[in-house]
DNA sequence: TCTTTGCAAACGAACGTTCATTCGTATCGT
DNA sequence: ACGATACGAATGAACGTTCGTTTGCAAAGA
């Protein structure tokens, strides 16, 4: 046995529903679908969950979480905006890889949440998206971008990462490690100035 | 009256439905809703399409021939490796904004496509992007290109454009024109060697 | 007159969800 | 050690609703 910390029930579903969201989007899976991914019927599901919904809502709001914390560390860590720049991309690409849910969770199937969950999240987005806009512009007045609408710089960086979970499921040639470096350094070298 | 080309219903059905999908996604669009939205009822629809999923194939395959003509127009050009990337990020940034469904439907809606139109649609996107490819490589051949993977430089390039289309909606500040050089010179400037 | 277009009504299928019930196991009072 | 009790987990059946689609018929246009 390895690392298992033993999961919960809860959890098996949650995960399952986001692998079969990413394949199918979350209006085309059924409850049945999902109960039959985890060896239940469609009933029981309702012994660990509550609604449909809630398991959209969960998987959107932790991985929400997860890139503020993330944001959050890069700018209590004093470093200059390229740097903070390579950080969230980092983040960003690791947590496709890793993760490949949580990147279309927070991407594409945010807009089946009802409210008032949908209008929380598109707070929460727009507070993330203003923070990496603060830092843009930091390095565009510093001189290390090339002046650019930053609007443009972050939807161009951002949407440059999704196509990693599309691509990286299917076993790719290349290492995680030598993907980010890459993609890193193509966006970066959009950005500088000079 | 502009230079309104006399639209069929069934254009106007089909452009409605593109419209819906790429607000609400596919399978979460009925259509009760695409009625509802031509001014006719469910059944009206009917006299004009055969089937839901008939709108889908025209959206995609119609989008997909843009796309590959493209890809002609590029390759017949004579034009060197840099200039033809320009070409085709041009036509997938002036698409995005002049007709934001056709990207949607060449990056998300396929999927819900049948068997044997699935498979179909696959293979052309696949040739799409080896004929894109080999672009890239004889970049990175003549020297123009830094070295780099070029499915990470293919999809790199594909998806920063993916934004357009749901930012480009809400009435910006830049023209298309500004939004596209600069995109372009954005991407181009990772590109580049040296 | 004949074709095209629209609609109300209805279809079976699938949807998310609820319900009463069952089964196994853990906890308790004695 | 014992039966009584409680509870988490799973189930088949059924609920009301919505889905995509079909049918039959009326009105309009050619």
Same mark, same amino acid.
């Not at 029981?44 to 503020?68: G, M, P, Q, T, V």
């Not at 993760?99 to 945010?110: G, H, I, M, P, R």
């Not at 299917?170 to 993609?183: F, I, P, T, Y």
């Given at each position: 046995?390895?690392?298992?910390?033993?999961?919960?029930?809860?959890?098996?579903?949650?995960?399952?529903?986001?692998?079969?969201?990413?394949?199918?989007?979350?209006?085309?899976?059924?409850?049945?679908?999902?109960?039959?991914?985890?060896?239940?019927?469609?009933?029981?599901?309702?012994?660990?969950?509550?609604?449909?919904?809630?398991?959209?809502?969960?998987?959107?709001? &932790?991985?929400?979480? $997860? *890139?503020?914390?993330?944001?959050?560390?890069?700018?209590? %860590? =004093? @470093?200059?905006? +390229?740097?903070?720049?390579?950080?969230?991309?980092?983040?960003?690409?690791?947590?496709?890889?890793?993760?490949?849910?949580?990147?279309?969770?927070?991407?594409?199937?945010?807009?089946?949440?009802?409210?008032?969950?949908?209008?929380?999240?598109?707070?929460?987005?727009? &507070?993330?998206?203003? $923070? *990496?806009?603060?830092?843009?512009?930091?390095?565009?007045? %510093? =001189? @290390?971008?090339? +002046?650019?609408?930053?609007?443009?710089?972050?939807?161009?960086?951002?949407?440059?990462?999704?196509?990693?979970?599309?691509?990286?499921?299917?076993?790719?040639?290349?290492?995680?490690?030598?993907?980010?470096?890459?993609?890193?350094?193509?966006?970066?070298?959009?950005?500088?100035?000079?």
């Amino acid at each position: 046995m390895t690392t298992t910390t033993k999961k919960t029930k809860k959890e098996i579903i949650q995960e399952a529903a986001a692998h079969l969201f990413r394949d199918k989007g979350y209006s085309a899976t059924s409850m049945r679908d999902l109960a039959e991914a985890v060896n239940l019927k469609a009933s029981s599901l309702y012994n660990h969950i509550s609604s449909k919904e809630e398991i959209l809502r969960n998987i959107c709001f &932790d991985n929400a979480h $997860r *890139f503020i914390s993330g944001m959050e560390e890069v700018e209590k %860590s =004093g @470093a200059d905006a +390229p740097a903070q720049v390579r950080a969230l991309l980092s983040l960003h690409i690791r947590t496709a890889m890793e993760d490949a849910t949580s990147v279309t969770a927070f991407n594409d199937e945010w807009r089946h949440l009802n409210e008032p969950y949908l209008s929380e999240f598109k707070t929460l987005r727009k &507070d993330y998206e203003q $923070r *990496f806009r603060n830092i843009l512009t930091a390095g565009i007045n %510093s =001189g @290390a971008f090339r +002046p650019t609408d930053t609007n443009i710089m972050l939807f161009t960086l951002f949407s440059s990462v999704r196509w990693l979970y599309d691509w990286f499921q299917d076993g790719k040639s290349l290492s995680a490690e030598a993907v980010e470096a890459e993609v890193i350094e193509l966006l970066m070298g959009g950005l500088r100035s000079s």
